[in-house]
């Protein structure tokens, strides 16, 4: 029998136009809550310019000028690309005008930023002493935001480092289970190459990701426990990239000079390709039996046609 069939999700009801939410009024009103973050923004030295409800959810939303040095990324996302940054900086000079606010929450008398890091860097690099944000109230909101944040298309190494710097966020602060949010982190295997890559910063997740994407899942643990297990898994892969690498060095000393020599390592020994379903693999044994495998291959054997046959797309450089 094959692998059971995924339900497929019911097609969205058509909703008539304009007939839900509120009206342009309703959203100006604002509400209490925004009310009293704008008296804390003056109080921060900030200036509120409008505080109303956003139109989809009602949510209360405050329009800010912030002291820039008021403002900062949260510590769980990705790292700025500096040629992004530069890059944006000369747009906004030529525009001359800042036209997008950032998304902040308020935390400890500042402003983290879940969207908007990259223009925070331009703002710094253009030396400005202000910059426009949609405050909002909740701080929890900032990790939903993170997972929507498409100012600049992440790859896998800076989605994984994001992942699992939320993750340890989260540890500790009654949370709940890791499954419990899944909808922030995506996808499992995130915080599994996320763990990896913070200890070595230039993992190939690309080479190993039709293994790992197949058998890892959302854990059914407490974040502590699911961290700890994160961490183990992590640690697993490396020992495999390890053992992988010896191999490509062998490779590499009898003549072999491709990209896809590390892809067509773990390609030999993925059993995983001929399964349809892996639902019933359990991560550690399935990661301990490839790498039994690799151990057992014999670089002599290798021939040029096998490379070229069983070659993918290269891995992930470093700075992926």
Not at 147 to 174: D, F, P, Q, W
Request: proline fraction near 5%; hydrophobic fraction near 40%; charged fraction near 35%.
């Amino acid at each position: 029998m094959g692998a059971p069939k995924k339900p497929r999700k019911a097609p969205r009801k058509k909703v008539e136009k304009a007939s839900k939410g509120l009206s342009p009024a309703e959203v100006a009103e604002g509400a209490a809550e925004g009310r009293e973050l704008a008296e804390l923004i003056k109080k921060d030295g900030g200036e509120p310019l409008a505080v109303y409800k956003d139109p989809l959810g009602g949510h209360s939303v405050v329009l800010a000028a912030l002291p820039i040095d008021k403002v900062e990324p949260t510590p769980y996302q990705r790292d700025r690309s500096d040629t992004h940054v530069k890059k944006l900086t000369a747009a906004m000079e030529r525009v001359d005008r800042y036209l997008d606010p950032l998304i902040a929450v308020r935390r400890d008398e500042k402003y983290w930023t879940p969207n908007g890091n990259h223009r925070l860097g331009a703002m710094n690099l253009l030396g400005r002493k202000t910059i426009i944000a949609l405050v909002l109230p909740e701080e929890n909101v900032a990790f939903q935001i993170l997972a929507l944040n498409t100012e600049k298309a992440h790859n896998v190494k800076e989605r994984s480092l994001e992942v699992i710097r939320m993750y340890r966020g989260l540890v500790g602060a009654k949370a709940g289970k890791e499954s419990d949010h899944a909808s922030i982190f995506e996808e499992p295997y995130f915080a599994t190459f996320g763990a990896a890559y913070e200890k070595r910063p230039r993992f190939s997740a690309g080479a190993y990701g039709s293994v790992v994407r197949r058998l890892d899942n959302f854990l059914d643990l407490t974040m502590e426990k699911g961290l700890a297990e994160r961490e183990k898994r992590a640690d697993q892969l490396l020992q495999w990239d390890d053992e992988v690498a010896a191999v490509v060095a062998a490779l590499k000393a009898k003549g072999f000079d491709s990209p896809y020599l590390k892809n067509y390592v773990v390609a030999r020994v993925n059993f995983l390709r001929f399964k349809k379903d892996t639902s019933d693999l359990d991560f550690e044994e399935t990661i301990e039996k490839l790498r039994a495998s690799t151990r057992k291959i014999d670089p002599g054997s290798v021939k040029k046609e096998d490379l070229a046959k069983m070659g993918g797309a290269p891995a992930e450089s470093s700075d992926e």
